[in-house]
């Protein structure tokens, strides 16, 4: 059964896809918010009861993680993916983000080269900048808006680069591809022949749209000993406020080094809430993620409608995985003009394609997991003012 969304104005809250913009390098606070990855919909009746309940108990002391935390964790992984991990294998961090910051952390030296394939979500930069590793970017072919895999080039990176891990984004956030078997297939031989690690950033594998389904790394094949995936429920159902992701870790000596690494900064854990909200959520669900996903599904679509009509030299590509939509508007703005464009004159708020690294000077993401409405706004703003 699917669950009634329940939209949320958020204006006027602390969300920091609506309020404050001006603070984080918008031109001003009045915006209309389609740009950070979470949602303007309430998480699931089941999330909200089971906090609910936790409120009235009332005690926030130190708690363990409910049993069903991992165990839900795990039958989703099976049921939705078919992915058969264990519980050895599974570590908490509180982000994904900082899952893979350390995970760069953890699989290479300072100086060694990490790869990744532009565009990409701009974290997968800094993780390996902030740590004084050496980002090699292969960047992703865009055929009339549809990306592929260059794997000569991919392969010839790592090879001069000497490139020692490798992130992927699967789902790829932002362009929407989900992987094939075969690309990831591909990628991961190429991997093994050169001793590069991989760390497996799937937060979005849940967003399986339009038929398309998600593969995780770990099903690919015989890749656990130089494998680690990071996972989370918060895109899946709207909870990155509480801070609970999942490292996936099927090799024991990357375990160990992990686990020491987590005794030195010493986050053992995340907060009661957190982990409450995470198991109900794996548990009761489903129905509420069938229904988002329509929405998501219904919204690329009018969203095309829309543009096809008023811009219709604007490029959307397939969206296979995420919600978040990847709109090439080289046909009518300039590189430089795209701030003042989107902001001044749409007054959208947006994430732009120069933020991802690679080649998309005139690109926006538009974050799709809102209302048509809002949708229909945004594109009725773009076509008003960009003709
Ligand atoms: C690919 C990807 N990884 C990680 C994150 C954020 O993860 P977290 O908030 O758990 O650090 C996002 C958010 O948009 C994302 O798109």
């Known amino acids: 059964m699917s669950e009634q969304l329940v939209f949320r104005d958020r204006r006027g809250t602390n969300a920091v896809k609506w309020n404050s913009l001006s603070r984080i390098g918008f031109c001003r606070d009045d915006l209309l918010g389609m740009w950070v990855a979470d949602m303007d919909f309430a998480s699931p009746e089941c999330v909200r009861k089971a906090l609910r309940d936790a409120a009235e108990f009332g005690v926030f002391g130190y708690d363990f993680p409910p049993e069903a935390y991992n165990e839900a964790f795990i ?7 078919g992915y058969e991990t264990s519980p050895e294998w599974l570590r908490f961090s509180p982000g994904v983000v900082t ?107 849940d967003f399986e749209l339009f038929g398309h389904r998600h593969i995780p790394a770990g099903t690919v094949g015989d890749y656990d000993d130089m494998l680690v995936t990071v996972t989370a429920p918060s895109k899946t159902f709207n909870l990155a406020g509480l801070q609970n992701s999942f490292v996936i870790l099927p090799d024991s000596a990357i375990r160990e080094k992990f686990d020491a690494h987590v005794r030195e900064v010493h986050i053992n854990g995340g907060n009661s809430l957190g982990y409450i909200a995470a198991a109900a959520a794996y548990t009761g669900g489903a129905g ?100």
């Open 75 to 81: 039958a989703w992984e099976k049921s939705h993916h």
């Open 99 to 205: 899952g893979f910051y350390w995970l760069v952390r953890l699989l290479s030296e300072p100086g060694d080269a990490v790869l990744i394939q532009t565009p990409v979500y701009y974290p997968f930069m800094s993780a390996v900048e902030d740590q004084g590793r050496r980002l090699v970017k292969s960047e992703l072919v865009n055929n009339g808006g549809v990306y592929s895999i260059d794997f000569e080039d991919f392969e010839r990176k790592i090879v001069t680069e000497n490139v020692r891990v490798f992130i992927l984004c699967s789902p790829h956030n932002p362009i929407g591809r989900i992987w094939t078997r075969e690309e990831l297939s591909e990628m991961f031989a190429i991997c093994r022949c050169h001793g590069v690690k991989i760390i497996s950033d799937e937060i979005h594998h």
């Open 288 to 387: 509420w993620l069938r229904s988002i996903l329509r929405t998501v599904e219904e919204n690329d679509a009018l969203l095309r409608r829309r543009l096809a009509e008023g811009l219709p030299k604007a490029v959307i590509s397939p969206l296979e995985g995420t919600y978040l939509s990847w709109v090439d508007l080289g046909a009518y703005i300039a590189p430089e003009d795209m701030k003042k464009a989107m902001e001044d004159r749409c007054g959208l708020a947006l994430d732009y394609g120069s933020q991802f690294g690679g080649n998309a000077p005139c690109h926006i993401r538009i974050n799709l997991a809102t209302t048509a409405e809002i949708i229909n706004e945004a594109a009725t703003r773009l076509i008003e003012n960009l003709v």
